[in-house]
């Protein structure tokens, strides 16, 4: 039972350059997320996926995609990668079994020069 | 203003302390979330509570809705209590999470 994975933990990317953070879940929970955590800031949600077929808006979702592959996997995407976008990314998922506390995965240090 | 104001945001007690995080949140929310960050940086979940109290081992957390306050509490602490110590109310159904700045605590031996 490996909980939340994400790849890749390391990524660098020169302006204008396109990558997809992948995340999948083993639990079996319905919810999915994807939070960016900047120094000073603290955490703020991008997108977030309520259950299997559905995403939404959180609060900074401007220069992201999502795609929510099946109830496993919730994957985020940058399709012009700009250096405001340099940030720590975390998935996290939640579900009726987890009493709807939020499992995160270890996250992506991402750096945009 | 934040919706979620912690404080202290810098604490630092010697093993042994009674530990004491405070978080307060004006938005109107369907439960709250404890979580703690490693110095490595992975996010542990620790407590959702609703109402009242919940205890896990030497760590308490208490919410009272009304007054829209929760503290986190830590006994008898210890070194590897070291860690940031986020307050994340959560609204809707989706369990969709404002995050407090964090609490950055350090116990020292």
């Known amino acids: 039972n490996a909980g939340v994975t994400q790849t890749p933990k390391f990524q660098v990317l020169k302006t204008g350059q396109s990558m997809t953070l992948q995340c999948a879940q083993d639990?079996?929970?319905?919810?999915m997320y994807w939070y960016r955590q900047d120094p000073g800031m603290g955490l703020r949600l991008i997108y977030y996926?309520?259950?299997?077929?559905?995403?939404d808006k959180g609060e900074v979702p401007n220069g992201y995609n999502v795609s929510r592959l099946n109830k496993r996997e919730f994957s985020l995407r940058l399709e012009s990668a700009a250096p405001s976008q340099t940030s720590v990314y975390f998935c996290a998922s939640s579900g009726l079994a987890s009493a709807y506390e939020q499992y995160f995965g270890p996250g992506t240090r991402l750096t945009v020069t | 203003k934040n919706e979620v104001e912690q404080s202290p945001q810098n604490l630092t007690a010697q093993e042994g302390e009674f530990i004491t995080i405070n978080c307060s949140y004006s938005v109107g929310i369907s439960a709250l979330h404890w979580l703690q960050q490693h110095p490595g940086g992975g996010i542990v979940s620790l407590f959702m509570l609703s109402s009242g109290k919940k205890k896990h081992g030497r760590l308490i957390a208490t919410i009272n809705i009304q007054e829209k306050h929760s503290s986190l509490h830590i006994t008898a602490s210890h070194p590897r209590d070291s860690a940031v110590y986020i307050c994340?109310?959560?609204?809707?159904?989706?369990?969709?999470?404002?995050f407090g700045q964090g609490t950055r605590l350090t116990i020292n031996p």
């Open positions: 996926s309520a259950s299997e077929g559905t995403t």
């Open positions: 639990m079996n929970h319905n919810s």
């Open positions: 994340a109310p959560s609204k809707g159904g989706a369990q969709k999470l404002v």
